[in-house]
């Protein structure tokens, strides 16, 4: 039976991303993801949804989320779903799902880019002005 476990999620970092190194000085990065879901009940009152994701991301991706992803920064992962499973200090049985991280892209309002800029090669190049309007071809 064929397995496809692919997962894209645009959200924003619920907290600053918390850099470590495994003993084979590998770069790993965790944060956290929320998405909200706004929607409308049976008898017509707005409703807001919140889900909350743990994510890790390796290597170059660690380190460049790192540097520049704070919290409450949008960011856009594509990863694979992981279960984690460990025993407690006090003995119980815990697990949850993670995100892997295998690619991202910086996700920032016109606001956020004047402040602050995409690093070369990592993300979207949202930097981009718009062309004058007498430039455009249509």
């Not at 602050?116 to 990592?122: I, V």
Request: proline content about 6%; glycine content about 8%.
């Amino acid at each position: 039976m064929a397995s496809f476990n692919k997962v894209i999620m645009l959200g924003n970092l619920t907290r600053d991303p918390q850099l470590t190194y495994l003993p084979s000085q590998t770069p790993v990065v965790e944060f956290g993801l929320a998405t909200n879901r706004r929607f409308k009940t049976g008898d017509g009152q707005q409703k807001d949804e919140v889900c909350f994701i743990d994510c890790r991301a390796y290597g170059r991706l660690a380190e460049t989320i790192s540097k520049y992803c704070r919290k409450g920064r949008p960011l856009m992962i594509e990863g694979r779903l992981s279960f984690d499973q460990w025993e407690a200090q006090d003995g119980t049985k815990r697990s949850k799902h993670r995100i892997t991280v295998e690619n991202f892209q910086f996700v920032d309002s016109q606001q956020d880019q004047s402040s602050t800029s995409s690093p070369a090669g990592a993300g979207a190049d949202n930097n981009q002005a718009a062309p004058p309007e007498d430039d455009i071809p249509f």
